[in-house]
Structures are given as C-alpha cells and as structure tokens.
C-alpha cells in the first residue's frame, strides 16, 4: 500500500465488517482468557488443600519422631545391651 493510500484511511474509513470481525476475535479471546483464568483458580485452590493436608502430615510425623526420639533417650538403666555382649 503506497503512503498516499495509507493516509486516505483513517478510523472513520475502516469497513464495518472488519469492525465487527475484530470485535468478535476480541470478545472470543476474551471469553478463553476468562474461562482459562476460572480453571486456574480451581487448579490453585485445589493445590492449596492438597498443600495444607501436606503440612499436616508432616507436623503429624514430625511430632511422632520426636516422641520416639525422646523414648529411646530413655535411662540407660532401661535398654538392655544387645545379647552379643
């Protein structure tokens, strides 16, 4: 397109039909976009239960290795030596 017809169209020239047909690729992205968004929400929120019940597993076992650390530190009268000795 040569300069002189380029500057013949302006935004009053442009054809309604490409209006519309770029209106309508518009409001399409958007609606992917949008419902793109919505199933990364329910990903996420998903991650995040998935996430908390992580940690309370790992507080849970946690705890439990500290309750047989702190019974095999017991007196030393309590454990027997092996039976090779």
């Known amino acids: 397109m040569a300069e002189e017809d380029f500057g013949k169209k302006g935004p009053d020239m442009i054809k309604p039909n490409h209006t519309q047909a770029r ?22 929120a998903k991650q995040w239960g998935e996430i908390a019940d992580l ?3 790992l ?3 946690n705890e439990r290795l500290q309750e047989m650390k702190a019974v095999s530190n ?3 009268g309590e454990a027997r030596p092996p039976p090779h000795y």
């Open 23 to 44: 209106l309508d690729a518009l409001e399409a992205r958007s609606v992917h976009q949008e419902q793109t968004i919505d199933e990364l929400s329910l990903v996420a």
């Open 55 to 57: 940690k309370d597993r």
């Open 59 to 61: 507080n849970f076992l």
């Open 74 to 76: 017991g007196s030393p």
